[in-house]
């Protein structure tokens, strides 16, 4: 892609310019230099969604926000609001917040940033087990129970395959007042109720942390399953539609954090696919 040309800022045309891979975004630097603490970034977060974000303590996302105000010189303000289309459509469109952590690459209605990770599904297991599994064409799956969630891209990977008979399926929510999605099917597997889980990366890299060198965790091979099947997330952030230059701010910010935001994740145990970092280039002309 082309990059457009600069605005002229004090008798100099700029452009700025964020590639990650072959994607190439061109921005307007002139309003990014901006004083410590003069405006306020408003991020959308769930404060029940540890150990990506949660209001009791930190988690993952609230710490790469962090790390994104600091670079942009912002206030970091949360809206807490549970995940889900009202946290877009009552809270981002509306102007309550500013910006979403975590949104999918591509989703409908939203301006995106470049992605700043790629997580896969992960099988765990015990370690002390005595199977190994690689990959949803690993014969020992038909011999094993395996807890995922219903309908999800495992589910439904795992209907293709099939071996549905051999699943134990969890809601893909909690329920109302009660545990997360999650709880239930970790505590199967800790109980041996399943053999193998299948779950979210960052779900299943926080719960391995917890007991080192107690589970096995393997990304989902493969990736991709034709026709239409990812068994990986690319996240990036969302603003809304029109607003380019947070956009454009928010990208420069990622480039320049990015070492920073990687060691966030890595400390949290998020399982990682590998994405090029961005590179910010600045070039003038008189």
């Known amino acids: 892609m082309a990059a457009r040309s600069g605005a002229r ?24 230099a901006l004083a410590a603490g003069t405006w306020d970034m408003r991020v959308c977060a769930d404060p029940h969604n540890f150990p990506a974000s949660s209001e009791a303590k930190p988690g993952f996302e609230n710490r790469i926000a962090e790390i ?16 889900g289309p009202d946290m877009v459509t009552f809270h981002l469109r509306t102007g309550d917040c500013d910006l979403n952590m975590e949104v999918g690459e591509g989703t409908m209605g939203l301006l995106n940033t470049v992605p700043y990770y790629q997580t896969p599904y992960v099988f765990l297991y015990r370690k002390s087990s005595p199977f190994t599994v690689r990959s949803l064409n690993d014969p020992v799956l038909k011999k094993l129970r395996i807890g995922t969630y219903a309908y999800s891209p ?71 399953v034709p026709p239409a099947l ?46 090029p970092k961005p590179i910010v280039s600045l070039q003038g002309q008189q």
């Open 9 to 32: 800022v004090a008798g100099r045309v700029w452009t700025t310019t964020i590639l990650w891979a072959a994607l190439a975004v061109a921005v307007w630097p002139g309003h990014l």
């Open 68 to 83: 994104l105000a600091k670079t942009l010189n912002a206030n970091l303000v949360y809206v807490w609001t549970p995940r």
């Open 154 to 224: 495992p589910f439904v990977a795992l209907q293709d395959q099939g071996l549905l008979s051999n699943v134990v399926f969890y809601p893909p929510v909690g329920g109302a007042g009660g545990p997360d999605a999650n709880t239930p099917l970790l505590d199967a597997l800790t109980k041996g109720k399943v053999d193998v889980a299948i779950v979210y990366g960052p779900i299943g890299g926080y719960f391995a942390k917890q007991a080192p060198g107690a589970w096995a965790m393997v990304p989902v091979t493969p990736d991709f």
């Open 230 to 275: 990812q068994l990986s997330r690319i996240w990036t952030i969302g603003v809304r539609p029109g607003d380019e230059e947070l956009r454009d701010r928010l990208n420069i910010a990622l480039a320049q954090s990015w070492d920073a935001i990687q060691a966030v994740l890595h400390d949290y145990n998020v399982p990682l696919l590998p994405l």
